[in-house]
């Protein structure tokens, strides 16, 4: 079967292009269309056999509900046995949109559309496309998302095109979708009303409607054993080839967890792709990393949700690390999806964090131009079993200057730089608990235990490697002296970086 493509724009909708789809779903066709929350894969919604063919296409599960897409009201008694007055208000505050309410069915709606459900899923999309070919294919189409079953969902027509080429007959490609995460699925056969499926209609939003709203407990648990009531409820979902793993656990933390683990799969050879935010790519240094969008705002991180999940199937990762986001408001579809994606494989950052004792180390000097950014610099370039954030900082730094031309000659020697380095002023608000500060000298660390109260993981950087003998400064000393520092350093770190690799 050869897979047609039509470029359509919502705002000026080539009528033509829509009558085309509309005789291949009367005809028993598949035609994946645009809505506003993910690509839809469309099919006569009471024709039983096109039943048969979305299954076959998606390679979907045949107890998996499918979505009845309505374009007007007046269509939703034909197909539903009751529409309760909580639902006739929801439909008027939220239709057409990402909403799907899911009522008890009529013998006109086929089981294989239910997934042998007496019940059946209803919403009318936003999106003008959308409804201008429910109305063109007679008034009801099923749609799931168009795309393999288990995949991300699709939120542009190339997606379709990667999944679907070849076993449907048309693509309507109308741009990137607006939501990208599905609707959100309201079960209005129970009291009070129940969210299968959380997506862009919060809880909040639903609760200015109704008296009270519940949610089913496996939104955020394990996959149940019994049959799906909305799509996305029984079956892994949403999942990219490679294996993911949410890290659970404040941005914060997360990204000294991720980095952590990063750093452990690259020692080995190995690529991991890391899932972060504008706020925090900037924080990691191994693998390969994506941004889903910013923390301010949701939409931006579900608009981007699945074209990411799509996009590390092309960097050829063995494994993904995604940050958590709160589970409120949009942020709980968010969440949803993730799990789903990762087979609900989570782990807690804390616990991961915990497994090392210094995520940062500071070496502290007095003007940050010369002995602490060598130290730093140094311990870079050795082979460490973990990733730290190595940093230096000096007590007297009145602005940012380079670093001494003689220490720089010396580092260049040795086929190292600090070129780039500028000074920096040494800030209490750095130190973490997991912070090691390393002085030079011993009168920098008791100035920082009396100034600033910090007692916990400061040293001299010979005290923490049980040596004795100090570091000289060699400011206003000829270029041999620095070579004399820049030994003593290296040495130093040589022992240092053996002690961290032991504990």
Not at 55 to 71: C, F, M, Q, T, W
Not at 84 to 93: N, Q, S
């Amino acid at each position: 079967m050869k897979t047609i493509i039509r470029t359509i724009d919502q705002n000026n909708i080539e009528k033509a292009a829509i009558q085309e789809a509309g005789r291949i779903l009367q005809e028993g066709g598949l035609v994946a269309f645009p809505t506003e929350t993910v690509y839809g894969l469309g099919a006569d919604a009471l024709n039983e056999e096109a039943a048969v063919k979305t299954y076959e296409a998606k390679g979907r599960p045949s107890d998996n509900p499918l979505i009845v897409h309505i374009a007007e009201f007046s269509a939703l008694p034909k197909i539903v046995e009751e529409i309760p007055p909580l639902a006739e208000a929801l439909a008027e505050h939220f239709w057409p949109g990402p909403l799907t309410m899911i009522f008890k069915k009529r013998a006109v709606v086929p089981y294989g559309t239910t997934g042998g459900l007496d019940t059946v899923a209803v919403r009318m999309p936003e999106n003008l496309i959308a409804r201008e070919l429910i109305l063109a294919a007679g008034g009801y189409i099923s749609a799931p998302s168009a795309n393999v079953s288990g995949r991300p969902s699709p939120t542009t027509a190339e997606h379709v095109y990667t999944d679907l080429n070849g076993r449907i007959s048309m693509i309507l490609d109308g741009g990137s979708v607006e939501i990208g995460l599905e609707s959100t699925i309201l079960d209005m056969t129970v009291t009070p009303p129940m969210i299968l499926r959380p997506g862009a209609i919060t809880r909040e939003m639903l609760a200015t409607v109704l008296p009270y709203v519940a949610v089913d407990p496996s939104i955020h648990g394990e996959d149940r054993d019994t049959a799906p009531k909305a799509p996305g409820m029984k079956y892994r979902h949403y999942a990219p080839k490679a294996e993911l793993i949410i890290v659970d656990g404040p941005a914060k933390l997360a990204v000294k967890a991720i980095r952590q683990i990063a750093y452990e799969h690259v020692s080995k050879g190995e690529v991991p792709g890391i899932i972060g935010t504008t706020e925090t790519v900037g924080r990691y240094t191994h693998g390969i990393i994506k941004s889903i969008g910013t923390r301010n705002s949701e939409k931006s991180i579900a608009r981007n949700l699945y074209a990411i999940l799509r996009a590390f199937d092309e960097e050829g990762v063995s494994v993904i690390y995604s940050e958590s986001f709160a589970a409120e408001g949009m942020g709980d579809a968010i969440m949803n999806r993730l799990e789903k994606a990762a087979g609900h494989h989570r782990v807690s950052a804390e616990e991961i964090v915990r497994m090392q004792k210094y995520h940062q180390i500071m070496f502290l000097s007095e003007s940050d131009t010369s002995r602490g950014p060598m130290a730093a610099e140094i311990l870079r370039n050795q082979t460490l079993n973990r990733e730290y954030d190595i940093i230096s900082r000096g007590l007297i730094v009145l602005f940012p200057e380079p670093v001494n031309q003689k220490a720089e000659a010396i580092m260049a020697s040795h086929k190292l730089s600090m070129a780039s380095y500028q000074s920096k002023m040494f800030d209490p608000d750095e130190i973490e608990a997991d912070t090691l500060v390393l002085a030079m000298n011993m009168s920098q660390k008791q100035k920082v235990m009396s100034e600033c109260g910090i007692e916990e993981n400061i040293y001299t950087l010979s005290e923490f490697v049980q040596e004795e003998e100090q570091i000289g400064h060699p400011i206003g000393q000829p270029l041999s002296e620095y070579g004399k520092c820049f030994e003593t350093i290296e040495r130093l770190i040589k022992k240092l970086t053996q002690k961290l690799n032991e504990l």
